[in-house]
């Protein structure tokens, strides 16, 4: 069985710095991207970015190239997002997320329960 | 950026009713579309992909329909477990877009 299984809640202030994971277990984990998904208090879902971890090459949306880090290790299969100065704007649910096919944009069957993140000073 | 516009943004239905969701790309985007359902603070769930595909384990009551710009998501009889928000999403061209989201109460 595939599973993602994320970090657990943070809650950080202003200009910290900050790296939630996810772990995927029950497949190869170095043959399907992985991306992150943002969901903002009571708000819609957007699309930030993935990673290959079989090579990792990543991509991003231009909403978030610069504002985060994609990043994963193979050895211990996990993914990773991380942000080196966190503002009151990142306070949101992050998604994990497998995608289904070969393609960095295909849709994804299995999340991950997501990890809130709050900041606030 | 490929825009996705869904409509309505929310709506009320009884159970036994079909409801209809409809999403609208801003450009051609092929069958590239797949529909999320969401409900209340839990991850989302894949139901349709290629945009008529049903995702394995996905009840038969959910299907998809168009190609090009215009894209129908239909639940044939409602059941009260359906209370979610639906996603559209494109995944044509980097990077995939959702629509907005359409919130599904029951009467």
């Known amino acids: 069985e595939v599973q993602l299984v994320q970090s657990g809640a943070e809650v950080k202030k202003p200009g910290e710095s900050l790296k939630i994971s996810c772990k995927g277990s029950?497949?190869?984990?170095?043959?399907?991207?992985i991306g992150w998904v943002r969901q903002m208090p009571g708000k819609g879902l957007e699309w930030m970015g993935v990673?290959?971890?079989?090579?990792?090459?990543?991509r991003y949306s231009p909403s978030f190239q610069g504002q985060v880090i994609i990043s994963a290790d193979k050895s211990i299969t996990t993914a990773y997002l991380q942000w080196s100065s966190l503002t009151a704007s990142d306070t949101a649910m992050y998604y994990c997320?497998?995608?289904?096919?070969?393609?960095?944009?295909?849709?994804?069957?299995?999340w991950g329960q997501g990890t809130l993140v709050t900041v606030s000073s | 950026d490929i825009q996705m516009t869904q409509s309505p943004s929310s709506l009320s239905a009884s159970v036994g009713d079909r409801v209809t969701i409809t999403c609208r790309a801003s450009?051609?985007?092929?069958?590239?579309l797949s529909w999320y359902q969401q409900r209340p603070g839990k991850a989302p769930k894949l139901l349709i992909y290629?945009?008529?595909s049903l995702e394995t384990g996905a009840p038969s009551r959910f299907s998809g329909s168009g190609s090009g710009t215009d894209f129908t998501f239909t639940i044939s009889s409602l059941q009260p477990e359906d209370t979610a928000t639906y996603y559209c999403?494109?995944?044509?061209?980097?990077?995939?877009?959702f629509g907005q989201g359409t919130k599904l109460e029951i009467k």
């Open positions: 997320a497998r995608l289904g096919g070969i393609e960095a944009s295909d849709p994804s069957g299995n």
């Open positions: 029950g497949y190869i984990f170095t043959n399907y991207w």
């Open positions: 990673i290959y971890p079989g090579d990792s090459d990543t």
């Open positions: 450009q051609d985007i092929s069958y590239y």
């Open positions: 290629d945009a008529t």
């Open positions: 999403q494109q995944y044509d061209n980097l990077p995939p877009s």
